[in-house]
T-cell receptor, first 112, second 113 residues
Framework: TQLLEQSPQFLSIQEGENLTVYCNSS?????LQWYRQEPGEGPVLLVT?????EVKKLKRLTFQFGDARKDSSLHITAAQPGDTGLYLC????????????FGQGTTLQVKP | AAGVIQSPRHLIKEKRETATLKCYPI?????VYWYQQGPGQDPQFLIS???????DKGSIPDRFSAQQFSDYHSELNMSSLELGDSALYFC????????????FGPGTRLTVT
């Protein structure tokens, strides 16, 4: 049973399109992190959200944490081929040692 | 900025052999996590250490052990290797109290033949 459901698992779009990736759980997280991972390399931290309703922007990427801290979304505006990669959400539970529970990942392909 | 260092980057072992993976956290980080990522899978938590003491344990086989040393580097020792142990092994570090922001190393790719 996946504790953190990430969708879609695969997304192929044209350059310039917008997209949203969702991360949902029935549990409350103390923090939620988004990573990007290239094949054979370690995940690279994009953002951490900790407050319900929090919105963070990183250039064309917008991250939102749900009010109840059970879900999060990643929105990319005007996607570019350089955005191609695997995006992972990962949550740390409250009263925990900080171990991360990962979603299944979203493989994004942006075609020129 | 300094990142997490892992060595070796690639390791090939035969079944029933042993392997030792090393992790050097970002300077001043006091917590280390180990994750295993199989092909096409998301990373799975194995074990963590805070201030040289084991702080949490996940789905780590009894054949594996780990420790954190006085200089905060950590080693993952794997014995009686099985084909199913072939995976990417990541180490991540954080400073406790920093909202659990974990920074991952480049990983060690272990291949068991």
């Amino acid at each position: 049973t996946q504790l953190l459901e990430q969708s879609p698992q695969f997304l192929s779009i044209q350059e310039g399109e917008n997209l949203t990736v969702y991360c949902n759980s029935s549990s409350v997280f103390s923090s939620l992190q988004w990573y990007r991972q290239e094949p054979g390399e370690g995940p690279v931290l994009l953002v951490t959200v900790v407050t319900g309703g929090e919105v963070k922007k990183l250039k064309r990427l917008t991250f939102q944490f749900g009010d109840a801290r059970k879900d999060s979304s990643l929105h990319i505006t005007a996607a570019q081929p350089g955005d191609t990669g695997l995006y992972l959400c990962a949550g740390a539970y409250r009263s925990n040692t900080g171990k991360l529970i990962f979603g299944q990942g979203t493989t994004l392909q942006v075609k020129p | 900025a300094a990142g997490v260092i892992q060595s070796p980057r690639h390791l090939i072992k035969e079944k029933r052999e042993t392997a030792t993976l090393k992790c050097y956290p970002i300077p001043r980080h006091d917590t280390v996590y180990w994750y295993q990522q199989g092909p096409g899978q998301d990373p799975q938590f194995l074990i963590s250490f805070y201030e040289k003491m084991q702080s949490d344990k996940g789905s780590i086989p009894d054949r594996f052990s780990a420790q954190q040393f006085s200089d905060y580097h950590s080693e993952l020792n794997m014995s009686s290797l099985e084909l199913g142990d072939s995976a990417l092994y990541f180490c991540a570090s954080t400073l406790r109290g920093s909202r659990y922001e974990q920074y991952f190393g480049p990983g060690t790719r272990l291949t068991v033949t």
